[in-house]
């Protein structure tokens, strides 16, 4: 076996584990508690949300001079949704793969890949920030405003190490990438703008699902509620925030008045459209890109 092979196997291991931690008899439950309309709706705003996310990541790319097709970003973004549902927490395993897909495929340095991956970060923490900051009254956008508008400089005394001029390089072309698309002011307000619409999709989604169970629901609440369950996720504790996630979520929707196995099936089917259900449609979209490939290159 050569090592894509075993990455490969490795990989399909940890998906395996993954699935065999939902509680598949919960799940089914919950769902047939919805109606069908709701999971359609649902679902069609999720695969909206991911083609969202994917077009942030082409017009942050396009702008900081990297030049690769939305599709081939569709599927740097799939392989890294299924990596980042295997990973602790932070997602750090999705990013990576994302940088060494899109590195193989524009065939750019793995500086340059890295640092598009990092300014898309700091564009979607930024944004998931700033609401956050109009929920709670505090406000997050310094690291924005020191990246994207504040002069850089980083001193040309060359490194003593080898890793350290791999770090150094990192920086560099963040600080180039950043430079080139806080050049059109009009191009970062879009590009921040969408981050945020993506961000706001989310309690959004989370909305429309909480009041068929639960009317009295407020948007506001219903924000804290998604955006606090994220941010716990966010522990590298268990693959993908699992655990974390619903429990937060869960215990929140209780507090607020939800009745408890109403918040069970909230946070259950809330989960599977944002989680597993990309995680599936990742994994589906990759497999049929590579049949259509194969079929390509036997005609």
């Known amino acids: 076996m050569n090592k894509k092979q075993i990455l490969a196997a490795v990989i399909a291991v940890l998906l395996l584990v993954a699935l065999l931690q939902i509680d598949h008899e919960s799940l089914l439950y919950s769902i047939r508690q919805i109606p069908l309309w709701l999971v359609a709706l649902m679902l069609g705003l999720q695969i909206a949300t991911q083609l969202l996310i994917n077009l942030q990541w082409y017009v942050i790319a396009r702008l900081s001079g990297t030049k690769i097709t939305f599709l081939n970003m569709f599927l740097a973004n799939c392989q890294g949704n299924i990596i980042d549902s295997i990973t602790p927490g932070v997602k750090f395993g999705g990013e990576v793969t994302r940088a060494v897909k899109i590195s193989q495929t524009i065939n750019c340095t793995g500086e340059q890949a890295a640092a598009l991956v990092a300014v898309q970060k ?23 405003l020191l990246l994207f508008f504040a002069p850089i400089r980083i001193k040309q005394k060359p490194p003593r190490f080898s890793w350290m001029k791999r770090v150094r ?115 589906k979209f990759k497999v049929c890109h590579k049949i259509l490939q194969k079929l390509r290159l036997r005609g």
Do not use: C, H
Request: glycine letters at 8%.
């Open 169 to 283: 390089g990192f920086f560099i072309e963040v600080k180039n990438q950043a430079g080139k698309i806080r050049k059109n002011k009009l191009a970062l307000a879009m590009v921040f703008l969408l981050s945020l619409f993506i961000w706001f999709l989310y309690p959004v989604k989370m909305y429309i699902l909480a009041i068929q169970f639960y009317p009295a629901a407020d948007f506001i609440n219903i924000s804290v509620v998604t955006f606090s369950s994220y941010i716990v996720a966010m522990i590298p504790i268990f693959p993908g925030g699992l655990g974390g996630f619903e429990g937060t979520m869960s215990g929140l929707l209780v507090a607020m008045g939800v009745v408890i196995s109403d918040a069970a099936v909230i946070t259950v089917f809330f989960r599977f459209v944002t989680f597993w259900f990309v995680m599936l449609f990742s994994l």
């Open 122 to 144: 700091i564009f979607s923490l930024s944004a998931m920030l700033t609401i956050i900051s109009f929920v709670i009254g505090m406000p997050f956008l310094a690291l924005l």
